[in-house]
Protein backbone atom coordinates (compact mmCIF):
# COMPACT_ATOMS: atom_id res chain seq x y z
CA UNK A 1 0.00 0.00 0.00
CA UNK A 2 2.12 2.69 -1.12
CA UNK A 3 0.32 6.40 -0.77
CA UNK A 4 1.95 9.53 -2.18
CA UNK A 5 2.82 12.29 0.81
CA UNK A 6 1.93 15.54 -0.92
CA UNK A 7 0.19 19.22 0.31
CA UNK A 8 -2.98 17.64 -1.27
CA UNK A 9 -2.86 14.48 -0.13
CA UNK A 10 -1.86 15.54 3.70
CA UNK A 11 -5.14 18.07 3.33
CA UNK A 12 -7.61 15.03 2.13
CA UNK A 13 -6.38 12.35 5.09
CA UNK A 14 -6.89 15.73 7.92
CA UNK A 15 -10.18 15.90 6.71
CA UNK A 16 -11.20 12.15 6.55
CA UNK A 17 -9.69 11.91 10.02
CA UNK A 18 -12.53 15.02 10.99
CA UNK A 19 -14.79 13.04 9.53
CA UNK A 20 -14.43 9.81 11.04
CA UNK A 21 -14.21 11.78 14.39
CA UNK A 22 -17.47 12.93 14.15
CA UNK A 23 -18.88 10.18 12.93
CA UNK A 24 -18.01 7.93 15.75
CA UNK A 25 -18.57 10.63 18.24
CA UNK A 26 -22.15 11.40 17.37
CA UNK A 27 -22.73 7.78 16.11
CA UNK A 28 -21.77 6.50 19.54
CA UNK A 29 -24.66 9.33 21.03
CA UNK A 30 -27.10 8.19 18.71
CA UNK A 31 -26.36 4.35 19.13
CA UNK A 32 -26.35 4.98 22.90
CA UNK A 33 -29.95 6.23 23.06
CA UNK A 34 -30.99 3.71 21.12
CA UNK A 35 -30.24 1.39 23.32
CA UNK A 36 -31.54 3.11 25.88
CA UNK A 37 -34.93 3.32 24.15
CA UNK A 38 -35.34 6.91 23.75
CA UNK A 39 -38.85 7.84 23.52
CA UNK A 40 -40.64 11.44 23.06
CA UNK A 41 -44.02 11.44 24.57
CA UNK A 42 -46.89 13.85 23.81
CA UNK A 43 -46.00 14.32 20.10
CA UNK A 44 -48.62 15.69 17.73
CA UNK A 45 -47.79 14.24 14.83
CA UNK A 46 -50.58 15.29 12.67
CA UNK A 47 -49.08 18.81 13.41
CA UNK A 48 -45.78 17.78 12.54
CA UNK A 49 -46.92 16.18 9.21
CA UNK A 50 -48.18 19.78 8.77
CA UNK A 51 -44.11 21.58 8.93
CA UNK A 52 -43.00 18.89 7.33
CA UNK A 53 -40.53 15.72 7.88
CA UNK A 54 -37.11 17.95 8.03
CA UNK A 55 -39.33 20.34 10.71
CA UNK A 56 -40.15 17.07 12.74
CA UNK A 57 -36.88 15.78 12.83
CA UNK A 58 -35.17 18.77 13.91
CA UNK A 59 -37.36 19.11 16.49
CA UNK A 60 -37.28 16.02 17.99
CA UNK A 61 -33.57 15.59 17.72
CA UNK A 62 -33.53 18.76 19.75
CA UNK A 63 -35.84 17.30 22.58
CA UNK A 64 -34.00 14.57 22.73
CA UNK A 65 -30.59 14.85 22.13
CA UNK A 66 -29.00 18.07 23.16
CA UNK A 67 -28.50 17.34 26.77
CA UNK A 68 -26.79 14.27 25.59
CA UNK A 69 -24.87 16.28 22.98
CA UNK A 70 -24.09 18.69 26.19
CA UNK A 71 -22.52 16.22 28.44
CA UNK A 72 -20.51 14.92 25.34
CA UNK A 73 -18.97 18.01 24.34
CA UNK A 74 -18.32 18.64 28.33
CA UNK A 75 -16.68 15.54 28.14
CA UNK A 76 -14.22 15.58 24.82
CA UNK A 77 -13.38 19.14 26.35
CA UNK A 78 -12.16 18.28 29.71
CA UNK A 79 -11.39 14.52 29.62
CA UNK A 80 -9.83 15.17 26.95
CA UNK A 81 -6.68 12.73 27.55
CA UNK A 82 -9.20 10.20 28.82
CA UNK A 83 -11.75 10.30 26.05
CA UNK A 84 -8.70 9.64 23.06
CA UNK A 85 -9.22 8.86 20.10
CA UNK A 86 -13.00 10.84 20.08
CA UNK A 87 -11.59 14.00 22.06
CA UNK A 88 -9.23 14.33 18.73
CA UNK A 89 -12.14 16.26 17.93
CA UNK A 90 -11.36 18.98 20.07
CA UNK A 91 -8.17 19.42 17.86
CA UNK A 92 -10.09 21.03 14.58
CA UNK A 93 -13.34 23.02 16.56
CA UNK A 94 -14.24 24.71 19.56
CA UNK A 95 -16.47 23.21 21.70
CA UNK A 96 -19.41 24.90 20.83
CA UNK A 97 -18.82 24.39 16.94
CA UNK A 98 -18.38 21.04 18.13
CA UNK A 99 -21.93 20.49 19.37
CA UNK A 100 -23.26 22.16 16.53
CA UNK A 101 -21.61 19.90 14.41
CA UNK A 102 -22.65 16.62 16.35
CA UNK A 103 -26.34 18.06 16.16
CA UNK A 104 -26.28 18.49 12.26
CA UNK A 105 -24.65 14.98 12.37
CA UNK A 106 -27.02 13.28 14.47
CA UNK A 107 -30.34 15.22 12.59
CA UNK A 108 -28.84 14.24 8.80
CA UNK A 109 -28.92 10.70 10.03
CA UNK A 110 -32.12 10.39 11.61
CA UNK A 111 -35.39 9.39 9.15
CA UNK A 112 -39.01 9.74 9.49
CA UNK A 113 -40.84 7.09 8.77
CA UNK A 114 -44.45 6.40 8.04
CA UNK A 115 -46.05 3.95 9.88
CA UNK A 116 -47.72 2.35 6.53
CA UNK A 117 -44.09 1.37 5.60
CA UNK A 118 -44.70 -1.35 8.05
CA UNK A 119 -48.50 -1.69 7.42
CA UNK A 120 -47.44 -1.95 3.75
CA UNK A 121 -45.05 -3.81 3.59
CA UNK A 122 -46.39 -7.97 2.03
CA UNK A 123 -45.22 -9.30 5.27
CA UNK A 124 -47.30 -7.62 7.64
CA UNK A 125 -49.90 -7.61 5.72
CA UNK A 126 -49.84 -11.44 5.18
CA UNK A 127 -48.10 -12.81 8.30
CA UNK A 128 -49.51 -12.56 12.39
CA UNK A 129 -47.15 -14.11 14.92
CA UNK A 130 -48.69 -15.75 17.57
CA UNK A 131 -47.13 -16.06 21.16
CA UNK A 132 -45.91 -19.34 21.36
CA UNK A 133 -42.51 -20.97 22.44
CA UNK A 134 -40.26 -24.28 22.09
CA UNK A 135 -38.13 -24.83 24.67
CA UNK A 136 -35.72 -20.92 25.13
CA UNK A 137 -37.14 -19.72 21.99
CA UNK A 138 -40.08 -17.56 22.28
CA UNK A 139 -41.88 -16.48 19.21
CA UNK A 140 -43.95 -13.03 19.97
CA UNK A 141 -44.79 -9.90 19.23
CA UNK A 142 -43.36 -6.40 20.64
CA UNK A 143 -43.52 -2.99 19.20
CA UNK A 144 -41.76 0.74 18.69
CA UNK A 145 -43.84 3.90 20.06
CA UNK A 146 -44.76 6.87 17.92
CA UNK A 147 -41.50 9.33 18.61
CA UNK A 148 -39.10 5.88 20.22
CA UNK A 149 -35.96 5.95 18.34
CA UNK A 150 -34.61 3.10 16.62
CA UNK A 151 -31.50 2.09 14.74
CA UNK A 152 -31.68 1.93 10.68
CA UNK A 153 -29.64 0.55 8.11
CA UNK A 154 -26.76 2.71 6.70
CA UNK A 155 -27.11 2.00 3.21
CA UNK A 156 -24.17 3.58 1.67
CA UNK A 157 -20.35 4.91 1.60
CA UNK A 158 -20.78 8.45 -0.17
CA UNK A 159 -17.59 11.32 -0.52
CA UNK A 160 -19.30 13.22 1.65
CA UNK A 161 -19.91 10.64 4.72
CA UNK A 162 -16.82 8.31 4.22
CA UNK A 163 -17.42 6.93 7.56
CA UNK A 164 -21.42 7.01 8.49
CA UNK A 165 -22.39 4.05 10.67
CA UNK A 166 -25.45 4.76 12.61
CA UNK A 167 -28.58 5.67 10.78
CA UNK A 168 -31.69 6.55 13.36
CA UNK A 169 -35.41 7.10 12.55
CA UNK A 170 -38.70 6.74 14.41
CA UNK A 171 -42.40 6.34 13.52
CA UNK A 172 -45.09 8.82 13.51
CA UNK A 173 -47.46 5.84 14.92
CA UNK A 174 -47.15 2.99 17.13
CA UNK A 175 -45.74 -0.15 14.98
CA UNK A 176 -45.96 -3.19 16.26
CA UNK A 177 -43.68 -6.38 14.74
CA UNK A 178 -42.82 -10.18 15.64
CA UNK A 179 -39.41 -11.23 17.08
CA UNK A 180 -37.63 -14.51 18.12
CA UNK A 181 -36.24 -14.29 21.69
CA UNK A 182 -33.67 -16.67 22.83
CA UNK A 183 -33.50 -16.97 26.96
CA UNK A 184 -35.83 -13.93 27.16
CA UNK A 185 -33.33 -11.62 24.91
CA UNK A 186 -34.50 -10.23 21.31
CA UNK A 187 -32.14 -12.94 18.79
CA UNK A 188 -34.39 -11.77 15.56
CA UNK A 189 -37.13 -9.54 14.56
CA UNK A 190 -38.25 -7.96 11.41
CA UNK A 191 -37.58 -3.97 11.95
CA UNK A 192 -36.37 -1.63 9.67
CA UNK A 193 -33.13 -2.17 9.83
CA UNK A 194 -33.64 -5.86 8.80
CA UNK A 195 -36.50 -4.68 5.98
CA UNK A 196 -33.73 -2.18 4.42
CA UNK A 197 -30.76 -4.44 4.64
CA UNK A 198 -32.31 -7.21 2.95
CA UNK A 199 -33.67 -4.64 0.25
CA UNK A 200 -30.99 -5.46 -1.91
CA UNK A 201 -30.91 -9.67 -1.75
CA UNK A 202 -34.27 -9.75 -2.29
CA UNK A 203 -33.74 -7.93 -5.10
CA UNK A 204 -31.37 -10.30 -6.79
CA UNK A 205 -33.34 -13.17 -5.94
CA UNK A 206 -33.95 -15.58 -9.01
CA UNK A 207 -34.26 -19.03 -10.06
CA UNK A 208 -33.50 -21.16 -7.49
CA UNK A 209 -31.93 -19.44 -3.83
CA UNK A 210 -30.81 -20.51 -1.00
CA UNK A 211 -30.45 -19.10 2.39
CA UNK A 212 -28.32 -19.91 5.17
CA UNK A 213 -30.57 -18.91 8.42
CA UNK A 214 -33.97 -18.67 9.10
CA UNK A 215 -34.88 -16.16 11.34
CA UNK A 216 -38.50 -15.19 11.24
CA UNK A 217 -38.20 -16.19 7.88
CA UNK A 218 -38.38 -12.37 5.85
CA UNK A 219 -36.11 -13.29 3.27
CA UNK A 220 -38.08 -17.00 2.55
CA UNK A 221 -40.73 -14.95 1.73
CA UNK A 222 -39.96 -11.55 -0.07
CA UNK A 223 -38.04 -13.77 -2.26
CA UNK A 224 -40.93 -16.24 -2.40
CA UNK A 225 -43.12 -13.64 -3.52
CA UNK A 226 -41.02 -12.62 -6.57
CA UNK A 227 -42.40 -14.44 -9.70
CA UNK A 228 -38.99 -15.15 -11.25
CA UNK A 229 -37.83 -17.25 -7.81
CA UNK A 230 -38.45 -20.98 -8.78
CA UNK A 231 -37.30 -22.33 -4.78
CA UNK A 232 -36.08 -21.16 -1.70
CA UNK A 233 -34.09 -23.65 0.52
CA UNK A 234 -33.48 -22.73 4.09
CA UNK A 235 -30.74 -23.88 5.92
CA UNK A 236 -31.32 -23.59 9.68
CA UNK A 237 -29.61 -25.65 12.60
CA UNK A 238 -32.29 -24.94 15.42
CA UNK A 239 -34.74 -27.68 15.27
CA UNK A 240 -37.10 -25.24 18.35
CA UNK A 241 -36.76 -22.32 15.33
CA UNK A 242 -37.30 -24.72 12.35
CA UNK A 243 -40.39 -25.75 14.66
CA UNK A 244 -42.23 -22.39 15.69
CA UNK A 245 -41.85 -21.52 12.08
CA UNK A 246 -43.50 -24.30 10.12
CA UNK A 247 -46.18 -24.05 12.58
CA UNK A 248 -46.95 -20.77 12.92
CA UNK A 249 -45.76 -18.67 10.38
CA UNK A 250 -44.98 -20.78 7.43
CA UNK A 251 -48.69 -21.84 6.53
CA UNK A 252 -49.44 -17.71 6.40
CA UNK A 253 -46.98 -17.89 3.27
CA UNK A 254 -49.14 -17.05 -0.06
CA UNK A 255 -46.16 -19.42 -1.38
CA UNK A 256 -45.23 -21.96 0.82
CA UNK A 257 -44.86 -24.51 -1.69
CA UNK A 258 -41.67 -22.58 -3.24
CA UNK A 259 -39.94 -23.08 0.60
CA UNK A 260 -37.65 -25.85 1.85
CA UNK A 261 -36.04 -26.04 4.91
CA UNK A 262 -33.36 -28.03 5.67
CA UNK A 263 -31.93 -28.48 9.59
CA UNK A 264 -27.60 -28.25 9.54
CA UNK A 265 -25.11 -26.37 10.36
CA UNK A 266 -24.71 -23.66 7.65
CA UNK A 267 -20.60 -24.18 7.61
CA UNK A 268 -20.84 -27.53 6.88
CA UNK A 269 -23.51 -27.46 4.78
CA UNK A 270 -21.89 -25.20 2.33
CA UNK A 271 -19.12 -27.47 1.68
CA UNK A 272 -21.70 -29.80 0.41
CA UNK A 273 -23.66 -27.12 -1.99
CA UNK A 274 -22.66 -27.46 -5.98
CA UNK A 275 -21.36 -24.33 -7.71
CA UNK A 276 -24.24 -23.62 -10.30
CA UNK A 277 -27.10 -25.23 -7.86
CA UNK A 278 -28.45 -22.46 -6.99
CA UNK A 279 -28.10 -19.07 -8.88
CA UNK A 280 -28.30 -16.80 -5.70
CA UNK A 281 -27.25 -17.47 -2.15
CA UNK A 282 -27.92 -15.67 0.84
CA UNK A 283 -26.14 -15.56 3.71
CA UNK A 284 -28.19 -14.56 7.16
CA UNK A 285 -27.47 -16.51 10.14
CA UNK A 286 -25.79 -13.89 12.46
CA UNK A 287 -27.48 -11.83 14.46
CA UNK A 288 -25.79 -8.43 14.09
CA UNK A 289 -22.19 -6.66 13.79
CA UNK A 290 -20.90 -7.98 17.17
CA UNK A 291 -21.10 -11.71 16.77
CA UNK A 292 -21.39 -11.64 13.02
CA UNK A 293 -18.15 -10.39 12.12
CA UNK A 294 -16.50 -14.00 13.28
CA UNK A 295 -19.13 -16.11 11.39
CA UNK A 296 -19.16 -13.78 8.74
CA UNK A 297 -14.93 -14.26 8.02
CA UNK A 298 -15.53 -18.48 8.65
CA UNK A 299 -17.94 -18.73 6.10
CA UNK A 300 -17.53 -15.84 3.43
CA UNK A 301 -14.14 -18.24 2.57
CA UNK A 302 -16.27 -21.36 1.90
CA UNK A 303 -17.98 -19.49 -0.72
CA UNK A 304 -15.05 -17.74 -2.57
CA UNK A 305 -14.51 -21.36 -4.87
CA UNK A 306 -18.48 -20.77 -6.18
CA UNK A 307 -18.59 -19.36 -9.50
CA UNK A 308 -22.43 -19.87 -11.23
CA UNK A 309 -23.97 -19.48 -7.56
CA UNK A 310 -24.14 -15.52 -6.54
CA UNK A 311 -23.63 -14.88 -2.73
CA UNK A 312 -24.44 -12.17 -0.82
CA UNK A 313 -24.09 -11.92 2.94
CA UNK A 314 -26.10 -9.92 5.30
CA UNK A 315 -24.78 -6.69 6.89
CA UNK A 316 -21.20 -7.19 4.97
CA UNK A 317 -21.20 -3.43 4.66
CA UNK A 318 -21.76 -2.75 8.32
CA UNK A 319 -18.23 -5.10 9.30
CA UNK A 320 -16.87 -2.99 6.66
CA UNK A 321 -18.03 0.32 8.43
CA UNK A 322 -17.50 -1.17 11.73
CA UNK A 323 -14.27 -3.12 11.85
CA UNK A 324 -12.19 -2.25 8.68
CA UNK A 325 -12.58 1.03 6.89
CA UNK A 326 -11.87 3.12 10.55
CA UNK A 327 -8.24 0.59 10.26
CA UNK A 328 -7.68 1.97 6.51
CA UNK A 329 -7.97 5.63 8.46
CA UNK A 330 -5.97 4.87 11.10
CA UNK A 331 -2.91 3.57 8.10
CA UNK A 332 -3.51 6.48 6.45
CA UNK A 333 -2.93 8.51 9.57
CA UNK A 334 0.87 6.80 10.23
CA UNK A 335 1.86 7.14 6.30
CA UNK A 336 0.36 10.29 5.42
CA UNK A 337 0.43 12.60 8.93
CA UNK A 338 2.57 10.29 10.78
CA UNK A 339 0.27 9.90 13.71
CA UNK A 340 -0.45 6.80 15.45
CA UNK A 341 -3.42 6.40 17.09
CA UNK A 342 -5.57 4.02 18.37
CA UNK A 343 -8.87 3.00 17.48
CA UNK A 344 -12.44 2.84 19.85
CA UNK A 345 -12.14 -0.33 21.53
CA UNK A 346 -14.13 -3.44 20.57
CA UNK A 347 -14.28 -7.23 21.14
CA UNK A 348 -11.57 -9.02 21.31
CA UNK A 349 -11.63 -11.40 18.29
CA UNK A 350 -12.67 -7.87 16.08
CA UNK A 351 -9.48 -6.67 17.55
CA UNK A 352 -7.84 -9.25 16.55
CA UNK A 353 -9.11 -9.11 12.83
CA UNK A 354 -8.76 -5.66 12.91
CA UNK A 355 -4.74 -6.13 13.82
CA UNK A 356 -4.72 -8.87 11.06
CA UNK A 357 -6.15 -6.27 8.20
CA UNK A 358 -3.79 -3.64 9.01
CA UNK A 359 -0.72 -6.24 8.78
CA UNK A 360 -2.70 -7.37 5.15
CA UNK A 361 -2.48 -3.69 3.94
CA UNK A 362 1.01 -3.73 3.95
CA UNK A 363 0.96 -6.43 1.15
CA UNK A 364 -1.72 -4.82 -0.68
CA UNK A 365 -0.67 -3.67 -4.04
CA UNK A 366 -2.36 -0.24 -4.54
CA UNK A 367 -0.80 3.01 -5.19
CA UNK A 368 -2.74 6.22 -3.68
CA UNK A 369 -1.04 8.89 -5.94
CA UNK A 370 -4.10 11.32 -5.77
CA UNK A 371 -6.58 12.55 -3.90
CA UNK A 372 -9.32 11.13 -6.21
CA UNK A 373 -7.81 7.81 -5.97
CA UNK A 374 -7.64 8.29 -2.30
CA UNK A 375 -11.86 8.31 -2.11
CA UNK A 376 -12.18 6.15 -4.73
CA UNK A 377 -9.98 3.06 -2.78
CA UNK A 378 -12.06 4.00 0.59
CA UNK A 379 -15.82 3.34 -1.63
CA UNK A 380 -17.35 0.04 -1.00
CA UNK A 381 -16.73 -1.33 -4.58
CA UNK A 382 -13.15 -1.35 -3.79
CA UNK A 383 -12.97 -2.47 -0.42
CA UNK A 384 -15.62 -5.24 -0.13
CA UNK A 385 -13.66 -7.56 -2.41
CA UNK A 386 -10.66 -6.54 -0.58
CA UNK A 387 -12.37 -7.27 2.51
CA UNK A 388 -13.84 -10.89 1.13
CA UNK A 389 -9.60 -11.62 -0.20
CA UNK A 390 -8.74 -10.42 3.33
CA UNK A 391 -11.21 -13.04 5.05
CA UNK A 392 -9.79 -16.04 2.90
CA UNK A 393 -6.29 -14.99 3.90
CA UNK A 394 -7.50 -14.93 7.55
CA UNK A 395 -9.34 -18.06 7.69
CA UNK A 396 -6.55 -19.92 5.89
CA UNK A 397 -4.27 -19.07 8.52
CA UNK A 398 -6.57 -19.54 11.12
CA UNK A 399 -6.69 -22.73 10.13
CA UNK A 400 -2.69 -23.79 10.17
Not at 78 to 88: A, F, I, L, N, V
Not at 132 to 152: C, H, M, P, S, V
Not at 246 to 268: G, S
Amino acid sequence: MNITKNAAMKKAVTELWKHYLLSIASGDIMLGEVADQLYISDLDFSCLKRLGKKRAIMDLVTTGFSGTIDDAVDNLYYEYDDMKPYSYLMDFMSPEDAWDAMFRYIAAHTEYYDASLITKNPYYTHVKAPTAQKGNIKLTTTDYLAGEFFQTYHKKYTRTDPFGYANIGFFDGKVKFPVLLENGKVWMSVVISEIESMEKPIELAHGKVITYGLGLGYYAFMAAEKPEVESVTVVEMNPKVISLFEKHLLPQFPHKEKIHIVEADALEFIDQQEDGEYQVAFSDFWGGVTDGLELYLKFMPKTARFQKTRHEYWIETCFLEYYFRPVIMKVLLKKVLGKDIKLPKVGEEETKASKAFEAFLETWNVSIDSVEKLYYVLGNKTLIPLMRRFACAYQKKEEK
